[in-house]
């Protein structure tokens, strides 16, 4: 928590910062402090998808099960989106998939082969 404040004190537009504050304040059962510190790190990074799951897991177990469910989606489908993009724009990353891919094919066949006996 020190470090973290000590952080925001360099740069208080620090919103991975705030959202790890609010991790600190969740462990502690300080739900409202953490709902505030995430809060904070979305007011700074609307698209920050840690805050945004976090906020949601915590709006879940407030009670509030719609709108926390809806911010863990959101957070999700952000991540998918962010994959997606490394994947297209690195192109270790595609090389990788595709040996990946490669590899679970070919196992798929080896075991087609197999079980056919």
Partial sequence: EYYFNQ?????????????NLGNIYQERGWT?????AYERALAIDPEHPTAIHNLGVLYRKK?????GIELMKKAARMEKGKMRSEVRSSPEVRRTMIIG???????????LFIFRR
């Fill in 63 to 67: 009670g509030q099960i719609g709108r």
């Fill in 32 to 36: 409202d402090r953490a709902v505030t």
């Fill in 101 to 111: 891919w490669a590899i679970v094919i070919g196992l798929f066949i080896i075991g």
């Fill in 7 to 19: 952080a925001l004190q360099i740069d208080s537009e620090f919103a991975s910062a705030y959202s």
